[in-house]
T-cell receptor
Framework: EAGVAQSPRYKIIEKRQSVAFWCNPI?????LYWYQQILGQGPKLLIQ????????DSQLPKDRFSAERLKGVDSTLKIQPAKLEDSAVYLC????????????FGSGTRLTVV | ELKVEQNPLFLSMQEGKNYTIYCNYS?????LYWYRQDPGKSLESLFV?????AVKQEGRLMASLDTKARLSTLHITAAVHDLSATYFC?????????FGTGTSLTVIP
């Protein structure tokens, strides 16, 4: 099966600019997650969708981050305006709704804010 | 706040040696996962541990789970260079995964 697709792979922007990341999960996976992984740390959940509804966005900095999954398939994560501390890898993952078998992660987007 | 702590954070070991990575967590959970991450790559699932006493083995790696102690271990037997990577444990609370801090493993020839 095809994996979780993410684009772009790399992005360099200046602070205060805007950026958007795209994720296409594995076909049939109702649950989609966006994680932020700062260098040297474990991934931290930003937002979780089930189909096109938000399950958990408690750790999403809503003043600058937004995410949507309008048709319950692919998703976009946006940062506006970006700060230096947003430099990180943004990982998308997907899973079946009720599965004990964990998530499948995409290759990630490495964001550098200068 | 749930804490997932791994130790050591950094591990340098010689080929052929054995070592154990520890993952302690602060909440009740019956599900724990181990992932591997190579530099610049995404996370690759290694083990899924779904009950107390679960033990899984794949090649030179063996993972176990003690839910009463809130502890999981990843044991490396006769390490080889190809095992060099960062290893993460992740605790499933039923609502979301919480990842550990990661253990950066370097196997030296």
């Amino acid at each position: 099966e095809a994996g979780v697709a993410q684009s772009p792979r790399y992005k360099i922007i200046e602070k205060r600019q805007s950026v958007a990341f795209w994720c296409n999960p594995i076909s049939g996976h109702a649950t989609l997650y966006w994680y932020q992984q700062i260098l040297g740390q474990g991934p931290k959940l930003l937002i979780q969708f089930q189909n096109n509804g938000v399950v958990d966005d408690s750790q999403l900095p809503k003043d600058r981050f937004s995410a949507e999954r309008l048709k319950g398939v692919d998703s976009t994560l946006k940062i506006q305006p970006a700060k230096l501390e947003d430099s990180a890898v943004y990982l998308c993952a997907s899973s079946l709704v009720f599965t004990p078998y964990g998530y499948t992660f995409g290759s990630g987007t490495r964001l550098t804010v200068v | 706040e749930l804490k997932v702590e791994q130790n050591p954070l950094f591990l340098s070991m010689q080929e052929g040696k054995n070592y154990t990575i520890y993952c302690n967590y602060s909440t009740t959970s019956d599900r724990l996962y181990w992932y591997r991450q190579d530099p610049g790559k995404s996370l690759e699932s290694l083990f899924v541990l779904l009950s107390n006493g679960a033990v899984k083995q794949e090649g030179r790696l063996m993972a176990s789970l003690d839910t009463k102690a809130r502890l999981s271990t990843l044991h490396i037997t006769a390490a080889v260079h190809d095992l060099s990577a960062t290893y993460f444990c992740a605790v499933d609370t039923g609502n979301q995964f919480y990842f550990g801090t990661g253990t950066s493993l370097t196997v030296i020839p």
